[in-house]
């Protein structure tokens, strides 16, 4: 099975809120996590990535936070913009893998003008 | 533009052709990745390239698929036989080191 998941399927937000996703893994020796955002019919665009020795990363109205204690993984935006509605997937890499990353089944982001 | 290309964007085939995609990474990158993505799910790996040589592949890459990079740099994926259970889209993606640009994928419809 998937040892990446998401605990909310889909997110509705306003426009200027913060948005919050989460992301639950269940392999300890996971070395590596990334976001992606991917728009309908469009390949996962980068957003933030982070590695297991830090528990926090901050980018342009983005942040991740890490807590190896509970495996789990969030993304916040900041100001969410309508032109961030898309699908949100998080994505891990073992530590023993050449680079492969097992991702997550996705959340669907909504912004409501 | 300098990203990850993929052709052809779209491919319509009949149940037992073959078909074969192209993907071009960004030009610096030596990692290469595909991955198959179906509708409602996160891409899965299916195999990685370092250069020519095919370091890692899924047990999702069965006999019927085979993917290449002769030269370190283009690389192409082709399945043979097609199935509709292979509908999908084939995703491909490069590195310098661990994060992975996507291409736009090429959406495979089998009929």
């Known amino acids: 099975g998937e040892s990446v998941g998401l605990h909310l399927p889909t997110l509705s937000v306003q426009e200027g809120d913060n948005s919050i996703i989460n992301c639950a893994y269940s392999n300890s020796a996971s070395d590596y996590f990334i976001w992606y955002k991917q728009e309908s019919g469009k390949g996962p665009q980068f957003i933030i990535d982070i590695r297991s020795n830090m528990d926090k990363r901050q980018g342009q109205r983005v942040t991740v936070l890490l807590n190896k204690t509970v495996k789990h993984l969030s993304l916040q935006i900041a100001a969410t913009q309508p032109g961030d509605s898309a699908v949100y997937f998080c994505?891990?890499?073992?530590?023993?893998?050449?680079?492969?990353?097992?991702f997550g089944k996705g959340t669907k982001l909504s912004v409501k003008p | 533009d300098t990203g990850v290309s993929q052709n052809p964007r779209h491919k319509i085939t009949k149940r037992g052709q073959n078909v074969t995609f192209r993907c071009d990474p960004i030009?610096?990158?030596?990692?290469l990745y595909w991955y198959r993505q179906t509708l409602g799910q996160g891409p899965e790996f299916l195999t990685y390239?370092?250069?020519?040589?095919?370091?890692?592949k899924s047990r999702l890459l069965s006999d019927r698929f085979s993917a290449e990079r002769p030269k370190g740099s283009f690389s192409t994926l082709e399945i043979q036989r097609t199935e509709q259970g292979d509908s999908a889209m084939y995703l491909c993606?490069?590195?310098?080191?661990?994060?992975?640009?996507f291409g736009p994928g090429t959406r495979l419809l089998v009929l």
């Open positions: 030009s610096e990158h030596n990692r």
């Open positions: 993606a490069s590195s310098l080191v661990e994060t992975q640009y």
């Open positions: 390239f370092q250069n020519e040589a095919q370091l890692e």
């Open positions: 994505a891990e890499k073992y530590g023993g893998s050449q680079g492969n990353l097992i």
